[in-house]
Nanobody
Framework: QVQLVESGGGLVQAGDSLRLSCAAS??????MGWFRQAPGKEREFVAHISWSGGSTSYADSVKGRFTASRDNARNTVYLQMNSLKPEDTAVYYCAARLSRFGSSSPTAYDFWGQGTQVTVSS
């Protein structure tokens, strides 16, 4: 059974950092993505990382502040978030694709975690 479990969310102040983790079990995945959803808003793309970790892409809103990485030995992906802003407040989800190609569309992902709350106070 495929399972994605996020952790690492919390309440921080603007300018602080957090690192989210997503542990995958059941099978290895080629492409992993991070998305977020704020109250009343649609789920939006944050970052994508390929199987090797050699290819990453980011939403413009987080570029230069967030970094995606992965540890395939642990079947875990990470999202390092620096210089957090109140507008980063959302539930953050990791997602996995069976395809090796990346995508910024939520509908392209086959499996989802339960989400972890990130709240950034001003």
């Amino acid at each position: 059974q495929v399972q994605l479990v996020e952790s690492g969310g919390g309440l921080v102040q603007a300018g602080d950092s957090l690192r989210l983790s997503c542990a995958a079990s059941g099978r290895p995945f080629s492409s992993m993505g991070w998305f977020r959803q704020a109250p009343g808003k649609e789920r939006e793309f944050v970052a994508h990382i390929s199987w090797s970790g050699g290819s990453t892409s980011y939403a413009d809103s987080v570029k230069g502040r967030f970094t995606a990485s992965r540890d395939n030995a642990r079947n875990t992906v990470y999202l390092q978030m620096n210089s957090l802003k109140p507008e980063d407040t959302a539930v953050y989800y990791c997602a996995a694709r069976l395809s090796r190609f990346g995508s910024s569309s939520p509908t392209a992902y086959d499996f989802w975690g339960q989400g972890t709350q990130v709240t950034v106070s001003s």
